[in-house]
């Protein structure tokens, strides 16, 4: 069974910066993790991910700005936010693969996905 936490959300302005963490029990390195957001008008979409091969992969309207990694240990999934933006707003959840390997930008993809945390709030003003 795989736990997943997510901290770090908050209300920021514009062009403001929030770190998310993702605290993960009992995944592997071998795991996919990515970060998804959902909004009231729309479905949840993949924002960042870490394939099983360890390579990061953005949804083009966070290139640039987010940054997602791993701790050595491979427990923590974190997203580095930069220069928000309004449209940043959303509920983020973190989430695991743990069903074969996923390769490339496949890993954004939430259907990949069987493990989902409760999710943290991200809200950007303008």
């Known amino acids: 069974q795989v736990h997943l936490m997510e901290s770090g959300g908050g209300s920021v302005q514009a062009g403001g910066s929030l770190r998310l963490l993702c605290n993960s029990e009992?995944?592997?390195?071998?795991?996919?993790m990515g970060w998804f957001r959902q909004t009231l008008v729309n479905e949840r979409e993949g924002v960042a991910a870490?394939?099983?091969?360890?390579?990061?992969y953005y949804t083009d309207s966070v290139k640039g700005r987010f940054t997602i990694s791993k701790d050595s240990s491979k427990t923590t999934l974190y997203l580095q936010m930069d220069d928000l933006k309004p449209e940043d707003t959303g509920r983020y959840f973190c989430?695991?693969?743990?069903?074969?390997?996923?390769?490339?930008?496949?890993?954004?993809?939430?259907?990949?996905?069987?493990?989902w945390g409760q999710g943290t709030q991200v809200t950007v003003s303008s």
């Open positions: 989430a695991a693969a743990t069903d074969g390997r996923i390769r490339g930008r496949a890993a954004l993809l939430s259907a990949q996905y069987n493990y």
């Open positions: 009992n995944t592997a390195s071998s795991n996919s």
């Open positions: 870490i394939d099983s091969y360890g390579y990061a």
